[in-house]
């Protein structure tokens, strides 16, 4: 009887061995970047990136193009991502998709309507980065190739984790964190922007590659700003880097004036915001206190370091620097776009809900009326550098 029992759990592990819906690698394209763009006759045109794998490895390689794109035009994503196959051969696999690049006039439209499918679609990861092609064509974004990492979709999504993790200045616009922000209440999405430097036209040619100055390169280019699921404005990438001062950003490298020799820079690794929410008579008010941990990594100034005097006179500096950098960027928000990406309403939501509730339809007339004062401290704790630069001895 043990024999059979044994026999028997054989069988059914045979069995049940594999996935349903195996497909093996030359059976399939995998697709890592969508463009989106409005179409003259239809309502959009879709254009995929797919990878043309035999020239992703160096045995295989012959020089050819390292990706394939394909665009079709018609009224929605499931219908267009169904029938690409009537130009690409093979069924297309968009469980690597890593980038979804929207044009401007597509996004001033509203994108809820194509976020829709993704969203609920289970051919696709929720992980993928919503991006806005910024003075360009969402297409010739993911035309665009690159010596190092050849295909364009994953050169973005490299680039903007390496961004995040050394300058802190990337907003993580992730398909989750967009839908989270669309239904938060006190809070809008925002999303990364790029542009091409260069000539997009030469861009897309495999040869461009070959120069040691490229005809033309992708770029960060700070960050989009919605009201609910439609593209208001912009932010540049150093405003973009401030409002992720108030998002508690990772670790960056901040710089300030010290004086007329110049700048000190100070390399953060630690950095906490917190938000008290209020109202000061019929207007929120609202306290943003940031404390920040940071090393001096450059220093132009003679100022000795080896002086307490210093680090105190420098932390004093960077304090005025980061609450002031800070302000504007807030500020102009609100003044020009008016639209709440920060999350102060649904500070207000969660510290004074009543009151919140009392506005929260409409929350954006609120924000633009706030009071929002900001409060740096910042701690060095050490130097990064030699103690004795060769400056301080250059002017003893």
């Not at 409409?362 to 706030?370: L, M, Q, R, V």
């Amino acid at each position: 009887m043990r024999g059979k029992g044994i026999l028997l759990v054989l069988s059914v592990i045979v069995i049940l061995s594999g996935c349903w819906d195996r497909k093996e690698l030359d059976q399939v394209s995998l697709v890592t970047g969508l463009a989106l763009e409005v179409s003259d006759d239809e309502a959009f045109s879709l254009t995929i990136e797919a990878i043309n794998a035999s020239e992703l490895n160096d045995q295989t390689a012959e020089g050819m193009t390292p990706t394939i794109t394909y665009e079709l035009k018609g009224l929605t994503m499931a219908e267009l991502l169904n029938k690409m196959n009537l130009g690409i051969t093979r069924e297309l696999n968009f469980s690597h998709t890593r980038t979804l690049i929207i044009d401007e006039k597509v996004a001033k439209e509203g994108i809820s309507r194509f976020l829709q499918f993704l969203e609920k679609s289970g051919q696709f990861r929720n992980d993928f980065q919503i991006i806005v092609a910024r003075g360009v064509r969402a297409k010739d974004i993911i035309t665009t190739t690159y010596p190092i990492q050849k295909v364009p979709s994953l050169k973005m999504y490299e680039q903007f984790r390496t961004i995040k993790d050394n300058w802190g200045g990337y907003p993580d616009s992730a398909l989750t964190d967009f839908v989270f922000a669309l239904t938060s209440p006190g809070r809008h999405p925002v999303a990364a922007a790029v542009t091409i430097r260069g000539n997009p036209n030469e861009g897309r040619n495999v040869d461009d590659n070959r120069e040691l100055d490229l005809n033309a390169v992708i770029e960060y280019d700070g960050m989009a700003m919605f009201h609910k699921d439609r593209l208001v404005g912009f932010l540049s990438a150093e405003d973009t880097r401030n409002y992720m001062w108030t998002q508690d950003i990772d670790q960056t490298t901040a710089t300030a004036d010290c004086g007329e020799d110049g700048f000190f820079a100070l390399q953060v690794y630690n950095s906490h915001t917190k938000v008290t929410a209020n109202y000061d008579g019929d207007a929120p008010a609202f306290t943003l206190r940031i404390i920040i941990e940071g090393d001096i990594h450059d220093n132009q100034c003679p100022d000795s370091l080896g002086e307490i005097s210093t680090y105190e006179r420098y932390q004093s500096i960077m304090e005025d620097h980061l609450e002031q950098k800070l302000t504007t960027t807030i500020t102009n928000v609100q003044n020009k776009y008016g639209v709440d990406v920060f999350g102060f309403g649904e500070h207000l939501s969660k510290q004074q809900y009543k009151k919140f509730k009392e506005h929260k339809d409409d929350w954006d007339e609120e924000f633009k009326k706030a009071k929002i004062s900001v409060n740096a401290k910042v701690y060095i704790r050490r130097d990064g550098m030699r103690t004795k630069s060769f400056i301080e001895q250059v002017d003893e």
